[in-house]
């Protein structure tokens, strides 16, 4: 029974760890024409966008769009910014604020 639990809290504490490690996201391809509109966008829209995220180089505008970018499904074609402005947008929104430190 003791190794039992052992190896289910071992399971749990490295699942857990797992999951503490993934505040990465990927990174966006060069000159990707949908991040670029979303920087841009962004930095003309709101304010703050050009100060230093908590993620090492990169602005909080650089971070929320890196954000978007991999948040949204792989077959969204629209503008990153402007969904994150609509309702179906707002959950990422909020998830991307946070990771850039850039919001309410």
Do not use: H
Not at 9 to 28: F, H, K, M, P, R
Not at 29 to 38: E, M, N, V
Not at 51 to 74: R, V, Y
């Amino acid at each position: 029974m003791r190794r039992f639990l052992f190896a289910a809290a071992t399971i749990v504490s490295l699942a857990a760890a797992g999951t503490a490690c993934a505040d990465e996201y990927n990174t966006v391809p060069s000159g990707d024409a949908q991040y670029l509109s979303c920087l841009k966008y962004s930095m003309t829209r709101y304010e703050g966008g050009g100060e230093l995220s908590p993620i090492a180089g990169q602005t909080k505008a650089q971070a929320w769009c890196t954000c978007m970018w991999n948040e949204t499904p792989d077959d969204f074609r629209g503008s990153l910014a402007k969904f994150s402005e609509t309702g179906k947008g707002a959950k990422i929104n909020k998830i991307c604020e946070k990771y850039a430190d850039w919001g309410d």
